[in-house]
């Protein structure tokens, strides 16, 4: 059984490119300290993103510094690795050196992380200014200098707006993503979503 603060989840960062159907491996350094389940594991296009169990769980056997590195199977090539310190791992949440990390509701999340592939990948635009439009994200003046640059420029200004309208514009932003380009949403999210729990071993 495990205390309260005695494990930590871990996601990845957009750095890591994971790609479907194919089969992942996760190691701990030292090896041999902790043990890792599953040894290897496929990663897989869920249709639920937000509610599965982690794909490695890493148990503890003392609270120490631990590396992990994600590797694909076939080419033993590195694609993730974190170093998380002693002080980061379990401790009550009273003693613990850093804060619990504040709720972020899932569009300002999607928004914050896949900004970069963003700019590149949206596609017309002219629906998703019509609706966020409709929704007075935009207003016609907005739209309209959206509408007025050339190129991948209409990406990067829009989302620029987004940015500085905050949070509430940018939950809007994800709703209207989703009705327009549904497979772009999917896409992004399971690029790279890799959940990790951390958990220190009983004594």
């Known amino acids: 059984m495990k205390e309260p603060g005695e494990e930590m989840y871990i996601e990845t960062t957009p750095n890591c490119k994971l790609i479907?159907?194919?089969?992942?491996?996760?190691?701990?350094?030292?090896?041999?300290e902790h043990e890792v389940t599953p040894l290897s594991a496929e990663f897989v296009d869920y249709e639920n993103?937000?509610?599965?169990?982690?794909?490695?769980?890493?148990?503890l056997s003392k609270l120490a510094q631990?590396?992990?590195?994600?590797?694909?199977?076939?080419?033993?090539?590195?694609?993730?690795?974190?170093?998380?310190?002693?002080?980061?791992?379990?401790?009550?949440?009273s003693t613990s050196s850093s804060p619990s990390s504040p709720y972020t509701p899932p569009g300002q999340d999607f928004f914050h992380r896949h900004k970069a592939e963003l700019e590149s990948r949206l596609g017309?635009?002219?629906?998703?200014?019509?609706?966020?439009?409709?929704?007075?994200?935009?207003?016609?003046?907005?739209?309209?200098?959206?509408?007025?640059?050339?190129?991948?420029?209409?990406?990067?200004?829009?989302?620029?707006?987004?940015?500085?309208?905050?949070?509430?514009?940018?939950?809007?932003?994800?709703?209207?993503?989703?009705e327009c380009d549904e497979y772009l949403v999917k896409y992004l999210m399971i690029m790279g979503h890799l959940n990790i729990l951390v958990c220190r071993g009983g004594t």
Do not use: H
């Not at 479907?20 to 041999?32: A, F, I, N, R, V």
């Not at 974190?82 to 379990?90: E, F, K, R």
């Not at 987004?162 to 509430?168: M, V």
């Open 124 to 178: 017309l635009l002219r629906p998703i200014l019509s609706g966020l439009e409709k929704c007075r994200v935009l207003n016609p003046q907005e739209r309209e200098e959206v509408e007025n640059k050339d190129g991948s420029m209409r990406n990067r200004t829009l989302l620029l707006m987004l940015e500085k309208k905050g949070g509430p514009a940018q939950e809007e932003f994800y709703r209207v993503l989703l």
């Open 49 to 59: 993103y937000t509610n599965y169990c982690p794909t490695f769980q890493v148990l």
């Open 66 to 93: 631990v590396k992990l590195n994600l590797t694909e199977k076939s080419t033993n090539e590195s694609v993730w690795c974190i170093v998380i310190p002693a002080n980061q791992i379990g401790g009550s949440p």
């Open 20 to 32: 479907p159907e194919t089969t992942y491996c996760l190691s701990s350094d030292p090896d041999g």
